[in-house]
């Protein structure tokens, strides 16, 4: 089983649509979570951390499962600009960084 | 502006030769990384390290290896290349602590024939 794992998609929504992912971690050790967005193979961006109470930018939405470890992305009122892959990053709290990246998944929003 | 590049962006190399990849941060980071990404794999990490003179293997460093004198500069080298190396790299560094984000490099684009 990978230590991070998200459904691949592709996601093909409207635009306007609200569209969710998930990513599951398995180390219950895991301290510190990302959303980061990736473009056509350029390089990942961070999107926004994952707090343990949630939080909220514009029109995302990030949520954080401690017990069913796992964490979420709310998209809302998608864009032709969101289309993108979103990678889950997982790092387990060591003083320097190391972290985990999810495959990502795939998201297209179509006019 | 502080920057982290990468050098060169593409790059095209024979089975067996050493390849090296240049990443340089302005940051004044303490860690470094690289990763490699394939289709259908993700990011997977190769290298990394803590500061001068430290270097770790990652989940993928068999084949590569790095070394770190000095703050800004990360060099991965591919001591014999191999076809299945041919692969995106990327070169990234955060300030130290597990709560920052990373900063990615663009990219290198290896194709080794």
């Known amino acids: 089983r990978k230590e991070v794992e998200q459904d691949p998609g592709p996601f093909n929504v409207p635009e306007g649509a609200t569209v969710a992912f998930n990513c599951t971690y398995s180390?219950?050790?895991?301290?510190?979570f990302f959303w980061y967005r990736q473009d056509c193979r350029k390089e990942p961006k961070l999107l926004m951390s994952v707090y343990s109470s949630g939080n909220e930018d514009g029109r995302f939405t990030a949520q954080l499962n401690r017990a069913s470890q796992y964490i979420s992305l709310l998209i809302r009122d998608s864009k032709l600009s969101d289309s993108a892959t979103y990678l889950c990053v997982v790092n387990i709290g060591t003083n320097a960084g190391k972290s985990t990246f999810g495959d990502g998944t795939t998201l297209t929003v179509k006019p | 502006d502080a920057e982290i590049t990468q050098s060169p962006r593409h790059k095209i190399t024979e089975t067996g030769r050493q390849v090296t990849l240049a990443c340089h941060q302005t940051?004044?980071?303490?860690?470094m990384f690289w990763y490699r990404q394939d289709l259908g794999h993700g990011l997977r990490l190769i290298h990394y390290s803590y500061g001068v003179q430290d270097t770790n293997k990652g989940e993928v460093s068999d084949g590569y290896s790095v070394s770190r004198s000095n703050t800004e500069d990360l060099p991965l080298t591919l001591e014999s290349a191999a076809s299945s190396q041919t692969s995106v790299y990327f070169c990234?560094?955060?300030?130290?602590?597990?709560?920052?984000?990373?900063?990615f490099g663009p990219g290198t684009r290896l194709t080794v024939l």
């Open positions: 180390n219950s050790a895991s301290q510190s």
């Open positions: 940051w004044n980071h303490n860690n």
């Open positions: 990234a560094s955060s300030v130290g602590l597990a709560e920052i984000e990373q900063f």
